[in-house]
């Protein structure tokens, strides 16, 4: 289906991976892994060939198909769920704008009987056939269905999508690509926006997927649901292993053991051959036999560990002033969006030290109480927050604030204050950005490295 051979890509003149070989096949479900900034995402851009390597080639079948579900979901304003979803058929809709095209040609003519006209009308009947061929007249009622599927409701089918969450929209692409029939699915943090209940859907929708797909996922339940075969990047490196996430570890450590113990034997023979040769280097009568024995020893194929990345992050959130036992207090918060009422009369209290999930499906109001609590959003009833509180927020598009021409260490500059100014080098390095890394442009990182400059400027926050 799909052959990688010899791929390489670098930014900066730095390699992200180089010299990688695997092949996609029919039925592969793989679980792409890897820290943050290994190349995992990038990987699925060079598949969909949104970008092109450096080197290498990808070999695939002529007529395949290949959908991608990116972190990042960018609709265009002023398009119902429909209208979004009808964008799966672009040759359906491509056919639509033709017949609508000689229509429109036939109903301005009245010249019936010139050749001209007789040839609108042979186009039109080819048009006609080729819409029927491609499900011209069943894709909407299929698009309706698959929604419906994925838990929307009819009436909301004329909603503009801008009115949904997150998680809502992330569905609607899903609904895109499983109108699609394609024959790869790249998902990349495809579970990010999803409730458990969309979750699980998700993974039964995979299960029974005809295709191959390729997932990068922090989920690593939602892997072992769904994958049946591992690849891990690491240090520019692919390790391939057809077993899901949580069995590949043991795989892996498994063969840098036996690695281990088979570099361990051959340096024993290594030194027990050295030792001959100068042994016999001192006797005349011996030369040869030395001479025979170094070019065995420059033969030897020297066995490789395979390097572990066993860098990680340390995180923190000191409190700059310790506030009052109340954190927050509400009374009768609500919150609507038109006609839609997304919150009602919430009283909550947050004390401090307390550690507080909210949870619930997509569009149930996460978001946007997490928005009223910074006060990032107009409501109703009453909101306090105690003595000397703080609050640092991380919204879902947080990456979407960062100035890409600034280098990662002039951006946390920017969003230190005088008190931590002084620490932005031991911030970075936390983050793993150590040495020349905090000098690389923001846009060369991937969306998970762009993280830390927002924790930097919570870092002295109390909620």
Do not use: C
Not at 160 to 165: G, I, P, R
Not at 255 to 267: E, M
């Amino acid at each position: 289906m799909l052959n990688i051979h010899n791929l390489s890509i670098s930014f900066q003149g730095e390699y992200l991976f180089e010299d990688i070989t695997f092949k996609l096949g029919n039925g592969d479900r793989i679980g792409l892994i890897g820290k943050n900034g290994a190349g995992k995402s990038t990987m699925l851009k060079i598949l969909s060939k949104e970008l092109e390597p450096d080197t290498g080639q990808i070999a695939s079948d002529k007529e395949l198909k290949i959908g991608f579900l990116k972190q990042d979901i960018d609709f265009v304003l002023g398009r119902t769920v429909l209208e979004e979803s009808y964008q799966a058929f672009t040759e359906i809709k491509a056919l639509e704008e033709q017949m609508d095209a000689i229509n429109h040609q036939l109903a301005e003519r009245t010249d019936y009987e010139s050749e001209g006209y007789n040839q609108l009308m042979i186009d039109l009947n080819e048009v006609q056939h080729q819409y029927e061929i491609v499900g011209g007249y069943n894709y909407k009622g299929e698009t309706e269905k698959i929604l419906q599927g994925l838990g929307f409701k009819r009436e909301q089918f004329d909603n503009l999508t801008d009115t949904f969450s997150g998680g809502w929209r992330m569905r609607i692409e899903l609904a895109k690509l499983l109108l699609q029939n394609n024959d790869v699915l790249l998902l990349d943090e495809p579970t990010n926006h999803l409730d458990i209940e969309s979750i699980i859907w998700l993974e039964g929708f995979l299960k029974n997927y005809f295709g191959a797909v390729v997932i990068v996922s922090h989920d690593k339940m939602f892997l072992d649901n769904v994958t049946n075969r591992t690849i891990e990047i690491s240090l520019g490196r692919i390790y391939d292993y057809p077993k899901p996430y949580t069995k590949y570890p043991v795989l892996r450590e498994e063969l840098r053991t036996q690695q281990l113990a088979s570099q361990k034997n051959q340096q024993k023979q290594i030194e027990q051959t050295e030792k001959l040769i100068e042994k016999f280097r001192a006797k005349a009568s011996k030369a040869t036999m030395a001479q025979s024995l170094i070019k065995k020893l420059d033969k030897i194929d020297r066995i490789e560990v395979d390097e572990d990345d066993n860098s990680v992050m340390t995180l923190n959130f000191p409190v700059s002033i310790t506030p009052g036992k109340i954190v927050v207090e509400t009374n009768g918060v609500s919150k609507n969006y038109g006609e839609n009422q997304v919150l009602s009369n919430i009283d909550l209290l947050i004390e401090r030290d307390a550690k507080t999930a909210f949870v619930g499906q997509n569009g149930q109001g996460k978001s946007t109480l997490a928005k009223i609590l910074v006060g990032d959003l107009k409501h109703d009833g009453h909101l306090k927050l105690g003595h000397n509180v703080q609050i640092g927020y991380f919204a879902q598009n947080q990456a979407e604030y960062l100035d890409g021409s600034k280098t990662v260490l002039d951006t946390m500059i920017d969003a230190a204050n005088e008190t931590n100014r002084s620490k932005v080098r031991d911030i970075l390095g936390s983050f793993l950005f150590r040495g020349d890394e905090a000098e690389k442009y923001v846009r060369v990182l991937s969306r998970w490295r762009t993280k830390p400059f927002s924790v930097g400027q919570i870092n002295a926050a109390a909620v």
